[in-house]
T-cell receptor
Framework: DSGVTQTPKHLITATGQRVTLRCSPR?????VYWYQQSLDQGLQFLIQ???????AKGNILERFSAQQFPDLHSELNLSSLELGDSALYFC?????????????FGPGTRLTVL | QQQVKQSPQSLIVQKGGISIINCAYE??????FPWYQQFPGKGPALLIA?????SEKKEGRFTISFNKSAKQFSLHIMDSQPGDSATYFC???????????????FGAGTILRVKS
């Protein structure tokens, strides 16, 4: 158990809908990262937050957005969903940049868009 | 230049054998190289990591070998066991400048099967 929690575990929805994925980092970690894992694209970085502020952005679609709240939990919002958005979405956290750069992953949310 | 190339795509090893997975990178700014293990339906779990000022790091049966000049690093699993059967990902990141964050760039993954 990495200490990172994600909810829900599974999500099934229809095209055009909007969903919210939630992540709670390990205690004390200020950095939160979101990654997407799909069969054709592998593990891809989406976005990083540090202490409530966006720090880095990957190839995140404009239909996707995220935020980190004062209690450090993070939410990833996916809107106007398409079939191709079906994937595993992982959240990771780390103590970076204070010390060490190891990222610890949560169990993921499996999103299925029908 | 941001890619990390991983090979082989899949690997079958006998129980007790050595599993070797290789990765190569182009971006010389990468300075932290972790390996992750992922079981079906689970999140990637950090196995072991290395920084480029060290050529080898060992933790139990897992060893990372790092060749800075060749821009390659590899994972060796000694005395491989059926319980090691999983997908292994190498990754890389830069720790500076912090202003740009420290995203992980992942290899494509290697599916390891250890036969008993």
């Amino acid at each position: 158990d990495s200490g990172v929690t994600q909810t829900p575990k599974h999500l099934i929805t229809a095209t055009g809908q909007r969903v919210t994925l939630r992540c709670s980092p390990r205690s004390g970690d200020l950095s939160v990262y979101w990654y997407q894992q799909s069969l054709d694209q592998g593990l891809q970085f989406l976005i990083q937050y540090y202490n409530g502020e966006e720090r880095a952005k990957g190839n995140i679609l404009e239909r996707f957005s995220a935020q980190q709240f004062p209690d450090l939990h993070s939410e990833l919002n996916l809107s106007s969903l398409e079939l191709g958005d079906s994937a595993l979405y992982f959240c990771a956290s780390s103590v970076a940049p204070t010390s060490g750069y190891a990222q610890f992953f949560g169990p993921g949310t499996r999103l299925t868009v029908l | 230049q941001q890619q990390v190339k991983q090979s082989p795509q899949s690997l079958i090893v006998q129980k007790g054998g050595i599993s070797i997975i290789n990765c190569a990178y182009e971006n010389t700014a990468f300075d932290y190289f972790p390996w992750y293990q992922q079981f079906p339906g689970k999140g990637p779990a950090l196995l072991i990591a290395i920084r480029p000022d060290v050529s080898e790091k060992k933790e139990g049966r897992f060893t990372i070998s790092f060749n800075k000049s060749a821009k390659q690093f590899s994972l060796h699993i000694m005395d491989s066991q059926p319980g090691d059967s999983a997908t292994y990902f190498c990754a890389a990141t830069t720790r500076a400048p912090w202003e740009y964050g420290n995203k992980l760039v992942f290899g494509a993954g290697t599916i390891l099967r250890v036969k008993s």
